[in-house]
């Protein structure tokens, strides 16, 4: 005897063997097995092993999708919330100063009215108490009494009389309920004054270095304004007196150059004013070190994967210049560099800036448009300064990572030009510089330095052809226009 069975869109012929009972026995093969089971479970299709393993793959690239789109979708959340904190923080700045005004006047006038009423409430009292009533205590001696005296009660002679004027020096006690213009009896003003504090701490933003309140630089030049001596080969120079606000020396000051890895000042700055926590962590990625290798960026030395601080990326991006370190802020910060630029140019809106400086990237890659003048870095320079945690970046001589898996001793950084320039005589200390260089603007530095004289002084040069001259350049203008 012969059935079928339907496997799918086919049909297959199979004999029966009876037992010696007569009864049917259906001897099945592994394979018809799992015909059945699939016509059961998977409409006849037989789901194979590298269907599964697909599905997995497919499966698996979409979750990498979606968790990679919600990471980016935190980090704009971040960035929004961090920008409207900041706006709220800049009001609140704005507002301080005519609410300390209104709250003094506040409090004059509140002190005025609660001797007004003391007064009055006092004569109140000394009538009730000529009428027999006791709703306050006169006693001499106790310790939360307010002594008045003759002088300053001001009692009309002719509304109190002789005795009252003796009872008048006696201290009175009142009762801790009264509440006064506000204010009560036993509760100081600088209470309240500590819980309105309290609650503003709350509110307040606190970035890396927090907000500067030093004015921007803004220097000028007149006919006194020399050139560099002879022995400067940088085409491109500017020296400036921050304190007073003028240009000793100058020379192509206000030409364009690429600005090189002088960006990356403006880089840390833009950093830190976002970021709060130095201490969090960050992951560089294959597309981080992919960038900085194709681009032929300086290296801090970070490895794909490695887990390293905020604060080893700010350093990372500043005594080596590495461009993995300065790529990673900029995506920790704003969640790509496209998004972090914005955020630097309009900086250099800030700074008045925008008209003769524009950046495209954090790096200092050049580009046509990526563009600035080394008057312009000065004035970055000084407003980096004024952030106390970038001046810390910016004049460190030597740093040392945290330790991670790749680099269990940390890596050792060094800003070589603070180091070779240390024991140059420059008439004074330089306390912090960042150098630069591609093709088409030589070898570049910024400083900042103070004189024998006590003053603030920023170098700027680009065009050298030499990492040495552009070093020996600097020493030369500090000789030049220091005082020995």
């Not at 085409?235 to 990356?264: C, H, W």
């Not at 800036?353 to 080394?374: A, K, P, Q």
């Amino acid at each position: 005897m012969s059935s079928k069975y339907n496997n799918g869109d086919q049909y297959i012929d199979r004999s029966e063997t009876r037992d010696k009972n007569g009864g049917a026995t259906v001897q099945l093969s592994a394979e018809e097995i799992a015909a059945v089971l699939a016509e059961t479970y998977f409409g006849g299709r037989v789901v194979s092993g590298t269907e599964n393993e697909d599905n997995m793959d497919s499966s698996s690239d979409e979750e990498k999708e979606k968790a990679e789109k919600e990471r980016e979708a935190r980090r704009r959340q971040r960035l929004q919330e961090m920008r409207r904190r900041k706006k709220q923080q800049d009001q609140m700045r704005r507002l301080m100063l005519p609410c300390a005004v209104v709250f003094v006047v506040c409090v004059i006038l509140a002190v005025f009215g609660i001797n007004r009423l003391v007064r009055r409430h006092r004569i109140q009292q000394i009538a009730q108490r000529n009428e027999g009533t006791n709703e306050i205590t006169l006693n001499e001696d106790s310790s939360s009494s307010i002594d008045i005296d003759e002088s300053s009660s001001n009692i009309d002679n002719a509304d109190i009389g002789s005795s009252d004027k003796d009872n008048a020096n006696k201290d009175i006690t009142y009762a801790s309920s009264l509440n006064i213009a506000g204010c009560y009896i036993d509760r100081t003003i600088a209470d309240s004054i500590a819980e309105e504090l309290a609650l503003a701490e709350t509110l307040v933003v606190r970035t890396l270095g927090g907000k500067s309140r030093e004015p921007l630089l803004a220097a000028s030049a007149d006919d006194a304004t020399a050139l560099p001596d002879s022995e400067v080969v940088s085409e491109n120079v500017v020296f400036i007196d921050v304190e007073a606000g003028y240009i000793l020396g100058q020379r192509g000051a206000r030409i364009r150059i690429p600005p090189a890895s002088m960006t990356k000042i403006l880089t840390v700055l833009v950093a830190a004013e976002h970021i709060t926590d130095a201490d969090d962590t960050f992951e560089i990625t294959q597309d981080i070190i992919n960038y900085s290798f194709v681009n032929r960026c300086s290296s801090a030395g970070f490895e794909v994967g490695e887990t390293v601080t905020v604060r080893d990326l700010f350093y990372g991006t500043v005594l080596p210049s590495g461009g993995e370190a300065a790529l990673g802020l900029a995506v920790y910060v704003a969640g790509s560099q496209e998004a972090f630029v914005e955020l630097m140019n309009e900086k250099l809106e800030e700074l008045g800036l925008s008209e003769t400086t524009h950046f495209t990237n954090c790096i200092g890659i050049y580009d046509e448009n990526h563009y600035s003048t080394v008057y312009d870095i000065a004035v970055i320079l000084k407003a980096a300064y004024d952030n106390s945690f970038c001046r810390e970046v910016l004049g460190v001589r030597t740093y040392t990572t945290s330790v991670t898996e790749q680099h269990p001793e940390g890596i050792d950084l060094s800003n070589l030009f603070l180091r070779r320039i240390e024991d140059k005589d420059t008439h004074g200390e330089v306390l912090c510089a960042k150098t630069g260089y591609v093709d088409q603007s030589g070898n570049c530095a910024a400083s900042l330095g103070i004189g024998n004289d006590g003053k603030i002084y920023i170098c700027v040069t680009a065009h050298s052809n030499d990492p040495w001259r552009c070093i020996y350049d600097h020493v030369a203008l500090y000789q030049q226009f220091l005082p020995n």
